[in-house]
């Protein structure tokens, strides 16, 4: 088991080659050596004076291994041309590369043959850092190094990377903010607008099933049954629905000959349904106004609900309207959806949700029961019942035409027939004329029924008058010259005709009846009357759910979407600081970190999957920001949740950049969540490469640049003691199964290969032992205790 099993996979880099910080920046830097790895670049000249710093970082607890690259030209004319402290040269868990101090040379070690480099000395010896910052390469070039004297050693290298280099990465990180945000430039996440409106859902039911957190419950009645909003409510419906089954009652036999029968109470029923509808748009309208911007606290509207028999203590659905829209949002991140288009989203979804006072509903109101309808309730049209329609007239003419030809002849004399004749006439008129009476006795009025009085005498007298002369007429027949001498029917024969007569007068008497009653019910306004009554109805009840029982629901549920409207804005407006801060300190050339690395770019045709996952882990990012701060969020104040997430996008942003520079976007970062993207570029980039393996199985003396100047070659034990250190990401490794170390389509590794987690680089450290009495090891009088000065 080596000695530093079980660290934190984290390297520790101590740059003081050109530190001179005196004791107390020597204490300062102590405290930051708190890994378990400490990789130091310090120079050749100051290896021996600061044996004393290398001792205490030893001493250190938590320090248990150090590798340093001693960078600068041996000392000439000296004997020792290195000298070293003898804590680096004799612990195990020490080693120390000797490179150039900005030279470099591709060197055939194996044939003896050396090359002008390839690549700036600078620029390798920075790749050189990046590898031994890897935790496993690290401890395979200190295990390594035991097996070499004084624990020094040349360091070559030759390697591929997986990085797509910095520019890359600046224009992957910019196009990821954009699509995290939108695309849009931060000045126009306004507060309103037009395209807010747009982005709404504006359906209420949807606001509804979201404040009820997505739950199918039904919402209980909010009106009290027996209490006098209930009571307006259900007499409505119940008048509206007694004129609708007018027709019905008024078509009956027991309408014309019933005790007690529709007609008297028919027009007054009309009249009570105008006066309902009226009421409960009445009490409505002023309820309506009086508890007008009502938030669910003020307790004299909730008393005067109360007395009007409104509840607003329903128990609609678990959960609050913040952690529904919490869910929501949770959702919208998954689906990719923008910051930008989600604070959008949130707060037309406030503006809509916000309660907007039960006063802006008093026209809906007035458009659920128009005046018009009323009017027609309170002035029902009259019965259509005309006694002088040409149908009872003519109805009476045919009757009497026909009872006289079934009466035949009269024998006898004159007189006697005509008086005969006369009686038939008479009885069939009376009979006729009778049920004309009833009819027109029947008709409904405001007051009740017509009834026997007033009735229209003339009217009468015309329709017995034309039944009389139907009967002459009829019997006139017998006195013409083609029925001269004919004998009339027989006296069963004129019974049933007289019979059949008289029940189709009946009959044409109620089918009378039952046209103006359809008539008359018509046009009657009965099944308008109907849909005011429920849509009335259901305006109270809209009303008082939304504005009433939900309003403190409502104001809340407001408050929560623009606050989190505002913290999707803030961390928008915190990413864009972060990103174009880290944006320009990579292309600055001139800035603090140095010239912009465009080397090692290993799979630039890779381009776009790699932005594409840089746009991934940003929306990782920025959920992983959120996730801490959701209970925070509401009933905190915004201001401190700003400040939150603009430290903790800060943070996120500068720890995302590290990853991204030092391990590869194929490494899954310490927020971010499984993406198939990620680990199909790194199959493609690494495992289903074959000149990645080929690199890897390069000789310890094949081609590779040596950090020292072609000068000190001589320098170097180049017959025998040479290690490699060969290096490759694990998303390279073979899968499970695949004979002799292939995977299926993959490339085949030596057995000594060292398995990074990080995904950036691949190839071989070759470590070159130098030649006897080149190093020495002593203790120095007069050294320094740290990077700057002091003397031990």
Known sequence: MAVTDGLEPDVL??????????????????????????????????????????????????????????????????????????????????????????????????RGRAFPPAEDPDRTLASLTDVLSLPEVFDAVVARMRDIPNRLASAGITMTSGSFGDEL??????????RLTGGAEVSRMTQSGAADLAAADRSPTRILRLLLNDNPVDVADPLVPRERMSTLRDQAKHRAEEVSQLAAELETVGALTGNPRPGATAVSRVHASGSALRALRQTADTLFEEADGFDGTDHSIKDRLAREGVRTDLAIGPGSPSDALRVTIKAEFTR?????????????????????????????????????????????????????????????????????????????????????????????????????????????????????????????????????????????????????GQLGPPIEITLVVVLTVLVAMGFVLYASWRRMVDQWCRSLPGPAAEDAAARLAEV???????????????????????????????????????????????????????????????????GAEFAQLVADDLVDLAAHILDPLWNHLYGTALREVTWRIEDSAQRGLTEYWDHLRRRGVHERPSF?????????????????????????????????????????????????????????????????????????????????????????????????????????????????????????
């Open 169 to 178: 990465l600046a224009d992957a990180l910019a196009g990821g903010l954009d």
């Open 336 to 484: 990719r959806v923008s910051l930008q288009t989600l604070a959008v989203r949130l707060r037309a979804y406030a503006a809509q949700v916000a309660p907007g006072g039960s006063g802006a509903f008093r026209d809906h109101l007035h458009r659920a029961c128009p005046d018009a309808l009323l009017d027609d309730l309170d002035r029902p049209r009259p019965f259509p019942l005309d006694a002088m329609r040409s149908t009872l007239l003519v109805g009476a003419l045919a009757f009497g035409a026909v009872l006289g030809i079934a009466v035949g002849p009269l024998a006898g004399t004159p007189l006697a027939s005509g008086v005969r004749l006369a009686g038939v006439g008479l009885i069939a008129a009376m009979v006729w004329v009778l049920g004309v009476t009833l009819l027109m006795a029947r008709v409904p009025e405001p007051e009740g029924e017509h009834g026997w009085r007033d009735l229209p005498a003339g009217q009468l007298f015309l329709h017995g008058a034309l039944m009389l002369a139907g009967v002459a007429a009829g019997h006139f027949i017998w006195w013409l010259p083609f029925a001269d």
């Open 13 to 110: 880099v101590l740059d003081i080659r050109d530190r001179d910080v005196g004791d107390e920046g020597w204490s300062a830097l102590g405290r930051v050596a708190d890994r378990g790895r400490v990789l130091v670049v310090d120079r050749v000249e100051s290896l021996a004076a600061r044996q004393i710093f290398y001792e205490d970082i030893l001493g250190t607890r938590a320090v248990q291994a150090v590798l340093c690259i001693a960078v600068g030209s041996p000392r000439r004319g000296s004997d020792a041309l290195l000298t070293i402290s003898p804590a680096m040269a004799t612990s195990e868990v020490t080693a120390t590369l000797w490179v150039g101090d900005g030279t470099s040379v591709e060197w055939d070690m194996d």
């Open 672 to 792: 971010g969540t499984d993406n198939v993207r990620r680990t199909e570029l790194a199959e493609t980039v690494w495992r289903r490469s074959s000149g990645v393996a080929e690199l890897v199985r390069m000789p310890v003396g094949g081609r590779m640049i040596q950090l020292c100047d072609q000068d000190d070659l001589h320098l170097l034990q180049s017959t025998s003691g040479g290690q490699a250190v060969r290096f490759v990401p694990r998303v390279a490794q073979p899968p499970v199964g695949g004979r002799d170390g292939y995977g299926d389509g993959g490339a085949h590794f030596p057995s000594d290969v060292v398995w990074t987690a990080a995904s950036q680089f691949a190839g071989v450290v070759r470590l070159v032992p130098l030649r006897t009495g080149i190093v020495s090891a002593h203790w120095t009088m007069g050294a320094q205790t740290g990077p700057g000065g002091g003397s031990g």
């Open 540 to 606: 109270v009840r809209r009303v008082a759910v939304r504005e009433w029982a939900l309003a403190e629901r409502r104001r809340d549920a407001a408050d929560a979407a623009k606050t989190y409207a505002s913290v999707l804005q803030d961390l928008t407006l915190a990413l864009h600081r972060g990103v174009a801060e880290h944006r320009t300190k990579l292309l600055d050339r001139s800035g603090p970190l140095g010239p912009v690395r465009k080397g090692f770019v290993g799979s630039p045709e890779y």
